[in-house]
C-alpha cells in the first residue's frame, strides 16, 4: 500500500464549479501535511498547508482528519488557470531530523470554459 | 520564481555515460534535498543535506548515484553507467529549519533521457 493515496483523476469541470480532492495517508505518525500544485512539465509548488482545525485561503480550504488519516482540498469557484495537478503531501520525519515529504501520485484538474 | 536553480534544464545521455547535476538553493537555506520525478508519479525523496552533511539516504539511491554539498550551499547529483531506468525529472528543493511546518521551495528540475 502506498505511504499517501489519491485519486488520479482526471477531474473535467466546468468553470465555477466547485471541486473536492480527497487523500488517505497510512502512517498515523505523520504530523504535518500539505497541497502543492504542479502545473505540466513544471516544478510542484506549496499551494496550503493543512491544520487540524482545518484552513482556507480565499478559494481554496483544506482539511484534516487524524482519525481518519484523510486529507482534503476543496476548491471553489474553479478558474481555467486552476487546471494543474494537485499533490497530496505528508512530512514523513516523525519527529526525526529529515522532514522528507511524501507525495501522492497527484489528482489532475482540467477545468473546462 | 522560489529562488532555487537546477543545471542543466535537460540532459540526454546514452547509457552507460555519467552525468552530474547541480543544485543552487535560496542562498539561506541550510537544508537540501533531492527528490525524483518519473511520468504519472509524484516526486520521490532521494537524499537530504543539512548544510554540508549528507544525513539521509533513500533505498532509491543505488551506488550509482552520489550526492555531494561541499561548501554547504550548492549541491550535485552524480549518476555513474546511466540505465534507461534513471530517465526521470530530478527535483531540488530548500529550505530553512523552521520545525514540522518548514516550506521546501523546489526548481525547475533537471529533466534526464537515457537512450
Known amino acids: 500500500r502506498k505511504e499517501v493515496e489519491q485519486d488520479p483523476g482526471p477531474f473535467n469541470v466546468p468553470e465555477g464549479a466547485t471541486v473536492a480532492f480527497n487523500c488517505t495517508y497510512s502512517n498515523s505518525a505523520s504530523q504535518s501535511f500539505f497541497w502543492y500544485r504542479q502545473d505540466c512539465r513544471k516544478e510542484p509548488k506549496l499551494l496550503m498547508s493543512?491544520?487540524?482545525s482545518g484552513n482556507e485561503d480565499g478559494r481554496f480550504t483544506a482539511q484534516l482528519n487524524r482519525a481518519s488519516q484523510y486529507i482534503s482540498l476543496l476548491i471553489r469557484d474553479s478558474k481555467l488557470s486552476d487546471s494543474a495537478t494537485y499533490l497530496c503531501v505528508v512530512n514523513s520525519s516523525y519527529g526525526g531530523a529529515t522532514n522528507k515529504l511524501i507525495f501522492g501520485t497527484g489528482t489532475l484538474l482540467a477545468v473546462q470554459p | 520564481d522560489t529562488g532555487v536553480s537546477q543545471d542543466p534544464r535537460h540532459k540526454i545521455t546514452k547509457r552507460g555515460q555519467n552525468v552530474t547535476f547541480r543544485c543552487d538553493p535560496i542562498s539561506e537555506h541550510n537544508r537540501l534535498y533531492w527528490y525524483r520525478q518519473t511520468l504519472g508519479q509524484g516526486p520521490e525523496f532521494l537524499t537530504y543535506?543539512?548544510?554540508?552533511?549528507?544525513?539521509?539516504k533513500s533505498r532509491l539511491l543505488s551506488d550509482r548515484f552520489s550526492a555531494e554539498r561541499p561548501k554547504g550551499s550548492f549541491s550535485t547529483l552524480e549518476i555513474q553507467r546511466t540505465e534507461q531506468g534513471d530517465s526521470a525529472m530530478y527535483l531540488c528543493a530548500s529550505s530553512r529549519t523552521q520545525g514540522l511546518q518548514e516550506t521546501q521551495y523546489f526548481g525547475p528540475g533537471t529533466r534526464l533521457l537515457v537512450l
Open positions: 543535506f543539512q548544510n554540508e552533511a549528507q544525513l539521509e
Open positions: 493543512v491544520y487540524s
